[in-house]
């Protein structure tokens, strides 16, 4: 008996959450977006890969509080993946992967970290168990099917209902429901309830985050620059204010931004911390105009 093994291009939760990483990279370049018209060509309800990412979706957000009734879920959702046309979806995800890499570089694309890739691998190997005539290593079956029951019994004592208002995620609040799961997919939440209104620059930062989160070299020289625009505007602004508070305030924050420059890999902390001297710079500047 042999391993299972995961297939990224054949995993339709994982290459929708790249899909849905893809279309807010293109909204926030300011470009229209053909991630959006491949979502809406391969994921509409009539296609056969809507109906395998819903049961994808159903393990991953469905929470129980105790593992028999956790078990007993996974075994209805494998019982209606047996019942999905293999046939169809074989050629939909076929044309999908086929469209993606006409259109992007696919190891490129497939490269992003997706902060729930075990669970949808150990989905997608479940759901391999039931469709394919081959003999699986049963620890291999039993371990899958162990991070997914963890994942629905632990994520029911953490979950929490975040309400999220962007701007930035408005035009897909307008579209059908086949798109509505996309905005909560988004980098973009993390931030959405410590700031209202995204500066240009703030934009900015996201989207290379975004584009460039696995090119190191790339990222790391963006966010230098943008620390010593920072840091400039932020004297600048420094200087025109007389509170002893706030001048404190902004030296402490000029100082930890300042060794942002020097970490060798940017993380969403250091991504957090550049947002906030951002907000602190446009508050310092309105109050200066009044």
Known sequence: MKKIKHSKFK???????????????????ANKS???????????????????????QYLINEKYNSESKAEQFINTILQARKRLDETKLTREKYNLIKE??????LDEFIKSPISNYKTLASIYKIFETIT????????DIVSSRFTIAENIINSSIQNKDVKIKDAVLEEYRKQD????????????ESFNTKYKNLTEEQKGLLREYINNINNTGKLNEYVSNEVFNLVTNLK????????KVTKIKLAETIANIRKIKSVKKI???????????????????ESIKK
């Open 11 to 29: 995993n339709t939760g994982f290459i929708f959450e790249l899909l849905v990483r893809q279309i807010t990279s293109e909204i926030m370049s």
């Open 34 to 56: 053909v991630a959006e018209k491949i979502l809406k060509e391969y994921f509409n309800s009539k296609k056969e890969l809507s109906k395998e990412l819903k049961l994808y």
């Open 100 to 105: 993606i890499k006409e259109t992007y570089n």
């Open 132 to 139: 394919s005539e081959e003999q699986f290593d049963p620890t």
């Open 177 to 188: 429901d086949d798109l509505r799961a996309v905005s909560y997919k988004l980098l973009v």
């Open 236 to 243: 600048e602004v420094g200087s025109k204010i007389s509170d």
């Open 267 to 285: 993380k969403e902390q250091h991504l957090s911390a550049l947002m906030m001297s951002y907000e602190l710079l446009k508050e310092l500047k």
